[in-house]
Structures are given as structure tokens and as C-alpha cells.
């Protein structure tokens, strides 16, 4: 099941960045499918290591539970923690399991396959379905709830910021005067309101991503977890994020960079960059070989850092 649930992009290439040590403490914040999860245990050979997985969507856990039903999860003496929960509360859990340092973390920030390819979720215009989008099903605002209630300035600004659709105003006015007529509570109400083309796909697909980044809060979730994470990382403790799209990828480099959220780089009296980071991988692609056999590969790219020990 793990397989149709999702495949992760360049998993090896992210779990030699992450170097994981075989009595180590290591957090996947996307857990997913588990494919992450399973290599990084698979790693964890000696008494003493700890992996804890987050997923605020609790098919994940459940289909964890079935990989392990069918003898899928790695045995060993490595303790595996799951956490039903949104990985920007990463301080909060690990404040909670006593956890005051970590030896690696892995972010692989791509929507699962399952959500795409689930019709009822809503994420994808491909199927008719109620205008969903959540990653958590107990949150109590959906797309629809956002589409029906936001005002046309708001609704083009997220189109702009979050799909970067140059006509996004024209989008929001369609939908503002399409909604005044009827609500729009599933997909192909929104396509239709949208005034879109079916054959306009990509740009469908940037309006869509557009609420669903809104209604997860997902760049907000991101700035939070990578605080956590700078935070929490021993020296010499590594980070790898796998990202899909400009807004995340951007906002990862800089960080990565950094060592802040402003991207601003700080230097020293003597002109030495002041960051917490070391770069190990600034944004590896995925190979054509790969790509062929998971297209969905195509748009990753993978940095992985390493935080410092002269700090």
C-alpha cells in the first residue's frame, strides 16, 4: 500500500544527506507514506536510536499500521514514535518527549499521492469532488469555506502570492460574481467559476495549490518548523527538505543560507558569514532515470545542511 500511498522522490539521495547515525535521534516532520521513515530506522542499527514521525492526517498513521500488519516495518532496537500532529508544533512535541537535541531531520514537503488521487479530498481538479483541500480532516476550514467567504482582494492576493497567477484578480472577480449566483462547493464548480480552460491546466493546477497552501497554512507551518529545527539540531546534525515550488524552495534556500527567516545575511568583522549551516546540497534535481519512473519527481529539488560545530 505504501507504494500507491506515495513515492518519495531522490530517497536515497535524501538519506545519505542525512547521514543518519545508528544511535541517533531523528524527526521525518512528513511522514506519509513511510518510505522516508522506514530508511531512516533501517539506519538506526544500535540501542539508543529514535525516530518520531509527524502527519497531521491520521490515513498516514493508519496506513502505517497496516504496513506493519503485513510485516513491512523495520524490527530492530531503534524506538519509533508516531505524532498525529502538524509539524510546525516540532518544540512542542519534542518538549514533550523530553527530546532536547536531535541528530537529523527530514522534510519532505510534496503533497502524497494519496491526496491527489483520493477524489473525496478535494485537492485535484482531475476528479468532482467537494472543494476540500484539508491535510488535517478535523480542521474546521476548507477551500469552499475560503472561496464562499473571502473577499475578491483577499482571494487575489492568494491567487498572486501562493499560485503566482499574474491574473489573479481576474480570477477572484470571476469567482466573487460566479458565487453571488450560486456557491461553489466542489471542484468543478470552482474550474467553472474560474473561467479557466480546461486545456489551461498548469494554471488550473497553480489555482488549486493556491487554496490548498491557504487552507493548511503551509508557509506559515514551514517558517515555524524551520525555527524549531535550527534550534534543535545538535552540531554537527543534519537537515533535509525536499521542496515543489518556487514559494517553499525560496523561502528553504534562504533559510538554509542564513540562518533566518529575512534570508539576511549577517557577516563578522572580518566579512565571514555568520550562519548556523553548513550546505551540503544546494538543490539536487532529480535524475531523468528517476523521473521516468515517478514524473511527479520532476519538480524536486533537495538541500541538505549540516549545522555547525565552530558556533
Not at 115 to 143: I, V
Amino acid at each position: 500500500m505504501d507504494e500507491v500511498y506515495h513515492i518519495p522522490a531522490m530517497l536515497h539521495e535524501t538519506i545519505a544527506g542525512l547521514a543518519v547515525k545508528p544511535a541517533g535521534t531523528y524527526v521525518d516532520v512528513t511522514f506519509g507514506g513511510g518510505g522516508h521513515s522506514r530508511a531512516i530506522m533501517n539506519g538506526l542499527t544500535q540501542d539508543g536510536g529514535r525516530l518520531f514521525s509527524f502527519d497531521q492526517d491520521i490515513e498516514a498513521f493508519q496506513n502505517a499500521q497496516l504496513q506493519m500488519a503485513d510485516g513491512k516495518w523495520p524490527t530492530g532496537n531503534a524506538s519509533w514514535t508516531f505524532v498525529h500532529s502538524n509539524f510546525r508544533y516540532l518544540r512542542n512535541w519534542m518538549d514533550y518527549y523530553g527530546v532536547t537535541a536531535i541528530d537529523g531531520l527530514l522534510a519532505d514537503l510534496g503533497v502524497s499521492f494519496h491526496h491527489f488521487d483520493c477524489p473525496e479530498r478535494g485537492f485535484s481538479f482531475r476528479f468532482s469532488a467537494p472543494l476540500d483541500m484539508r491535510m488535517n480532516q478535523t480542521a474546521k476550514r476548507t477551500a469552499a469555506d475560503i472561496v464562499n467567504s473571502y473577499s475578491e482582494e483577499d482571494l487575489a492576493r492568494i491567487f498572486y502570492l501562493y499560485g503566482e497567477l499574474n491574473n489573479g484578480r481576474a480570477i477572484a472577480k470571476n469567482i466573487c460574481r460566479a458565487r453571488g449566483q450560486k456557491a461553489i462547493l466542489r471542484t468543478e464548480d470552482l474550474v467553472s467559476a474560474s473561467h479557466i480552460p480546461a486545456e489551461r491546466s498548469k494554471e488550473l493546477a497553480r489555482l488549486f495549490q493556491a487554496l490548498r497552501i491557504e487552507v493548511n497554512d503551509e508557509l506559515g507551518a514551514l517558517r515555524e518548523m524551520l525555527v524549531a529545527a535550527r534550534d534543535l539540531l545538535a552540531p554537527g546534525g543534519r537537515i533535509a527538505i525536499l521542496t515543489y515550488h518556487s514559494l517553499e524552495d525560496r523561502l528553504v534556500k534562504n533559510f538554509l543560507r542564513s540562518g533566518n527567516l529575512d534570508g539576511t545575511i549577517e557577516k563578522d568583522f572580518y566579512g565571514n558569514i555568520l550562519t548556523p549551516f553548513t550546505l551540503i546540497e544546494k538543490g539536487r534535481e532529480a535524475t531523468p532515470e528517476e523521473v521516468a519512473v515517478n514524473p511527479r519527481a520532476r519538480s524536486a529539488k533537495l538541500r541538505v545542511a549540516e549545522k555547525r560545530t565552530d558556533l
